[in-house]
């Protein structure tokens, strides 16, 4: 069975994280969506509102799972037999961060690790969370960046 992780803090999930996902689901058999609770960032969103979001966003795949993780992503994937995380690039300032992470990963996790990334379906390509954030705050429709309940929760926490 193939099992991946694709990590993030999905503050709030886009399409673009949900391309990834999608693509990710026919590729391996289980895809786990990993939410990481990180001490520095300061998300919009508490991690049990971006689960929550996640869950109703994933909710007809049935190989993917939606879980929180505090900590090193390696640990968990240790811990959960996980040996693959899944990644995807939007642009080559993506890739160039992205592969010393994985790079990292693979040396901490003495190669037990890979990191497999997918390129960004090209009508997401600019998309991020925090540009998300940034339209809703001030007022703008988000609806084509993210699905209609996500767009509400950034409303009422926002306006």
Do not use: W
Not at 85 to 104: K, M
Not at 144 to 149: C, R
């Amino acid at each position: 069975m193939s099992r991946v992780i694709y990590p993030g803090s999905f503050d709030p999930v886009t399409y673009g994280h949900l391309d990834v996902i999608k693509r990710s689901a026919a590729m391996f058999d289980e895809v786990i969506v990993g939410i990481l609770s990180n001490n520095a960032k300061n998300p919009l969103f508490s991690i049990g509102e971006r689960k929550e979001m996640l869950e109703m966003a994933v909710k007809d795949f049935d190989n993917v799972k939606v879980i929180t993780f505090e900590g090193l992503l390696i640990d968990y994937m240790k811990k959960h037999d996980i040996s693959v995380i899944v990644r995807g690039l939007r642009a080559v300032t993506d890739f160039e961060y992205e592969l010393q992470i994985a790079q990292s990963n693979r040396k901490v996790s003495r190669d037990t690790i890979d990191t497999v990334f997918l390129t960004t379906s090209i009508e997401y390509a600019y998309l991020s969370s925090s540009i998300v954030k940034e339209y809703a705050r001030y007022g703008t429709d988000v609806t084509d960046f993210v699905p209609d309940f996500v767009a509400k929760k950034l409303k009422e926490k926002l306006l």
